[in-house]
C-alpha cells in the first residue's frame, strides 16, 4: 500500500493493530474519519483515550467500572450471596444481555493454562477463594469454556471452596461453540437455568 501522507499511513498502521482489523478495513476506517466532522473525530479520540485512562476494575468482582465498586456489585437488587465465575469480562456482558441472572460475578482473569504458562496465581482466584469465605455465600456457579482448561480451573477452585457452600456449573453439554460470548442468548438463558450440582458434573468426568 503506498501513501501519498506519512499521517495517513500512521493512522492505517495503528487501526491494522486491532483485532480482526486488516490493512483494507484500516484504511476504509480512516479514510470515514476522514470525512467526518472534525469535532467529532476529536470526540472519538477522547472516548477511547478517556476509557483507557479512567476504566477501573471492580475490587470486588474484576469486572469493568467507574468507581472502585461495580454498578452489579453496588446493585442492592441483585442477590449478592450468589457468584457467577467467569472468565473475562465479555462473559458478564454476554450472561447481562440474557437478563436471566440476578446474582454477581467474579472475574477469573482466563483459565488454568499450563501450556500457555497460565497458574493459579496468575488469576483472580484467591480473591473468589476469600469472598466465599469472608462473606455469606450461598452459591457459586461456575460458567466457564467446555474445554480441558475450564474444567480444570473448575476442580482446582471447587476443593478450595467452603464445604457448605453450593456449587454448580451451567449446563454444558450442548454446544455453544466453545465459549459463552458466543452462545446466543436464549442458549445462554437455558443452560444457566438448567444448571447442575457439581458433584454430577464432576462425577461424569
Ligand atoms: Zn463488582
Request: glycine letters at 6%; a negative charge; aromatic letters at 6%.
Amino acid at each position: 500500500m503506498q501513501f501519498s501522507s506519512a499521517l495517513l499511513e500512521n493512522a492505517v498502521n495503528e487501526f491494522s493493530k486491532l483485532p480482526g482489523i486488516g490493512r483494507k478495513t484500516a484504511l476504509r476506517l480512516v479514510l470515514h474519519l476522514l470525512k467526518q466532522e472534525e469535532e467529532d473525530v476529536q470526540h472519538f479520540s477522547e472516548v477511547v483515550s478517556r476509557m483507557r485512562n479512567e476504566i477501573k476494575f471492580c475490587q470486588r468482582c474484576h469486572n469493568v467500572a467507574d468507581a472502585d465498586i461495580c454498578s452489579i456489585c453496588a446493585n442492592s437488587m441483585r442477590k449478592q450471596d450468589v457468584i457467577c465465575v467467569v472468565e473475562n469480562i465479555r462473559d458478564v456482558i454476554a450472561l447481562e444481555s440474557t437478563q436471566q441472572f440476578s446474582g454477581t460475578y467474579h472475574v477469573l482473569g482466563g483459565v488454568i493454562s499450563p501450556l500457555d504458562g497460565v497458574g493459579p496465581s496468575q488469576l483472580n482466584i484467591d480473591t473468589l477463594i476469600h469472598r466465599v469465605q469472608k462473606e455469606e455465600i450461598r452459591e457459586v456457579i461456575f460458567a466457564l469454556s467446555p474445554t480441558i482448561q475450564g474444567d480444570t480451573t473448575i476442580y482446582y477452585i471447587q476443593k478450595k471452596l467452603n464445604p457448605g457452600v453450593r456449587i454448580t456449573t451451567i449446563a454444558r453439554g450442548i454446544a455453544f461453540g466453545g465459549e459463552l460470548e458466543y452462545a446466543d442468548e436464549m442458549t445462554l438463558a437455558r443452560s444457566l437455568q438448567n444448571r447442575l450440582p457439581i458433584e454430577s458434573y464432576v462425577s461424569n468426568k
